[in-house]
């Protein structure tokens, strides 16, 4: 697929493991790809901070869509798109309800956080759907947090703006992810890639399902729709 002109990836559950840890083999299909000139776009709920030590790390040049497309960085500017206040409200909301005060809970470093409030998985997502019904507010489980975000903006709408401002097109990137947060990204990438591990809401849009699950995923898609052009 000469197409593709860049990669967007989601990090957690997409590049590593289901214990956060990154596998070896994304990272040397990410280093290659990187290599051959295709810049590599971080996609994720991850705080802006982290996801950028992550692009470091990687070696990745491409924009960065951190807080479920809340915050980017590009071409060295730091947006922050997403209205917190719609979180905070309710968030608020939930600790006075009597079905989710007592097991709402933000995880750490959310005081680093600028357009969302992410929460530990302790109470089920349908539950918070259910009593945030009617709230300016979007509900996502990324299966590591439940995030509390502005409607107004995702992965996909925040990818859109990072690939703009690199100069390329959307239909021109491959992009890849696990779950529900990632399926505004794939919809308007032109190349949907879900890990075998993906949520069946993620694999319904994709072009392609990986063999493989995970990072090992990650590297099948790009060893096969990227690196064999440039081989």
């Known amino acids: 697929m000469n197409s593709i002109k860049a990669i967007a990836l989601d990090i957690d559950g997409t590049i590593t493991d289901h214990t956060r840890k990154v596998c070896i083999s ?3 299909a990410i280093r290659k790809a990187e290599n051959a000139g295709i810049p590599v776009i971080i996609v994720t709920g991850n705080i802006l901070c982290f996801t950028r030590a992550v692009s470091v790390f990687l070696g990745t040049s491409g924009g960065l869509v951190a807080e479920n497309g809340g915050v980017i960085l590009s071409q060295g500017q730091m947006k922050v798109l997403g209205d917190i206040k719609k979180a905070e409200n309710a968030y608020n909301y939930l600790k006075n309800q009597a079905e989710t005060r007592e097991k709402v809970e933000r995880v750490p470093f959310s005081e680093m956080r600028v357009s969302e409030i992410a ?8 539950i918070i759907k259910d009593v ?9 489980d990324t299966k590591f947090a439940l995030h509390l975000t502005d409607p107004m903006v995702n992965k996909g709408s925040s990818l859109e703006i990072v690939a703009h401002e690199m100069g390329i097109k959307t239909k021109n ?3 890849a992810g696990d779950s529900e947060n990632d399926i505004d990204c794939l919809k308007v990438a032109g190349h949907k ?13 994709a072009d392609y399902v990986t063999k493989k699950p995970y990072g090992d995923g ?3 898609a790009i060893e096969r729709f990227v690196l064999s052009d440039w081989s």
Not at 193 to 205: G, M, R
Request: negative net charge; hydrophobic residues 55%.
């Open 132 to 140: 945030l019904k009617g709230q300016d507010v979007e509900i996502y």
């Open 26 to 28: 994304a990272i040397e």
């Open 218 to 220: 990650v590297a099948e």
């Open 173 to 175: 990137i491959l992009a």
């Open 193 to 205: 890639v879900a890990v075998a591990n993906a949520d069946i809401e993620l694999k319904e849009i």
């Open 119 to 126: 929460l530990f998985r302790n109470i089920s997502e349908n």
